[in-house]
């Protein structure tokens, strides 16, 4: 009678090209990018995964939702692939532990991107000496999008996305004010409300914002009505038209604000009115020892220098 172990025996042993097809998948997130990073046909992938599957005998992925999620059994047997793959790139010449072998991608919306994560980027660039580090703009769906087709790594956002193939990690919050000119009426109000912004003239960001919605929907709840005569697609134009006397807008303070300027006002907005600036990650690959890096390097910026903006917290 031939026992168990004598079955897993006699199976055929995985080669290295079908382990390869397994991290393709896992870190790609899908077959046909990781047919694409392999220069192999999408057939060929499936085939190498069935194969793998009936070779260590376990189901390596499921199918939800259109896409290939890998189980647990997948997860475990990647991360016993990389002392297997960290020395097969040693001996090609490449060394995984150097920081250039792996590139962080990076996006973010331009009021985070611009100041923010520029100048966190160069800290970071200084203490990793050799780490190549990209960092594009876009809008928040870009985002998404970005990192669902495995051109990016981290995300940044302030908006609360939702995707199944994608995951928020707050870092930071914050609540929101309403800023203005030094010498504008309203200057002299200690707390602003919607009931204090009715009629008056406002700066909104564009409707394609989900924190436009979210604002229009506390002006709707009290009733009022301010009057809109600027839309922006950033933080940093309304700061600059209410600066200039345009109007007030109510705005995420992070991280655009500092603690004195002196031709602004700058209010509390009540009532209360948060925003989270999150790390936005992919749910079907692993974070790669850049990434959970830099992540480390956020946090400890925005716990260690609090008087860098206005109004700030960092998320538990």
């Known amino acids: 009678m031939t026992t168990e172990r004598e079955v897993v025996s006699m199976r055929?042993?995985?080669?290295?090209?079908?382990?390869?097809?397994?991290?393709?998948?896992?870190?790609?997130?899908?077959?046909?990018?990781a047919a694409h990073r392999l220069a192999i046909s999408q057939p060929a992938?499936?085939?190498?995964?069935?194969?793998?599957?009936?070779?260590?005998?376990?189901?390596?992925?499921?199918?939800r939702g259109g896409r290939l999620r890998p189980t647990a059994e997948a997860i475990r047997l990647n991360g016993k692939l990389d002392r297997l793959?960290?020395?097969?790139?040693?001996?090609?010449?490449?060394?995984?532990?150097?920081?250039?072998?792996?590139?962080?991608?990076?996006?973010?919306?331009?009021?985070?991107?611009?100041?923010?994560?520029a100048n966190l980027m160069a800290s970071f660039m200084k203490q990793n000496p050799g780490q190549m580090i990209s960092l594009?703009?876009?809008?928040?769906?870009?985002?998404?999008?970005?990192?669902?087709?495995?051109?990016?790594?981290?995300?940044?956002?302030?908006?609360?996305?939702?995707?199944?193939?994608m995951e928020l990690i707050p870092f930071h919050q914050t609540l929101a004010v309403c800023v203005m000119a030094r010498d504008h009426p309203l200057a002299r109000h200690e707390v602003i409300t919607p009931e204090t912004l009715h009629g008056q003239d406002h700066i909104a960001l564009m409707r394609r914002h989900m924190v436009r919605t979210r604002l229009d929907q506390v002006f709707a709840r009290a009733g009022v009505r301010p009057k809109t005569v600027a839309e922006v697609a950033t933080g940093v134009s309304a700061i600059t038209l209410a600066r200039a006397g345009v109007g007030v807008a109510v705005i995420c303070p992070f991280p655009l604000l500092r603690q004195h300027d002196p031709d602004l006002v700058i209010r509390p907005f009540v009532p209360e009115f948060v925003y989270r600036a999150s790390f936005?990650?992919?749910?079907?690959?692993?974070?790669?020892?850049?990434?959970?890096?830099?992540?480390r390097h956020v946090q400890l910026a925005v716990r260690t220098t609090p008087s860098a903006v206005l109004t700030s917290g960092s998320a538990a």
Do not use: W
């Not at 769906?141 to 193939?165: C, K, P, Q």
């Not at 936005?280 to 992540?295: D, E, G, N, Q, Y």
């Open 136 to 165: 594009e703009t876009c809008t928040s769906n870009g985002l998404v999008s970005r990192l669902v087709d495995d051109t990016i790594d981290l995300g940044f956002t302030l908006a609360e996305l939702t995707h199944s193939a």
């Open 280 to 295: 936005a990650v992919s749910t079907v690959r692993p974070l790669s020892k850049p990434v959970r890096a830099f992540m």
């Open 45 to 63: 992938v499936s085939r190498m995964l069935a194969q793998l599957e009936a070779n260590v005998g376990v189901t390596l992925f499921e199918r």
């Open 12 to 33: 055929p042993r995985a080669s290295i090209r079908e382990y390869e097809v397994l991290r393709a998948v896992i870190t790609s997130g899908s077959v046909t990018a």
């Open 85 to 117: 793959f960290d020395a097969l790139a040693y001996l090609d010449g490449t060394d995984p532990a150097d920081p250039a072998s792996q590139p962080l991608r990076l996006a973010a919306p331009p009021t985070l991107g611009h100041r923010f994560l």
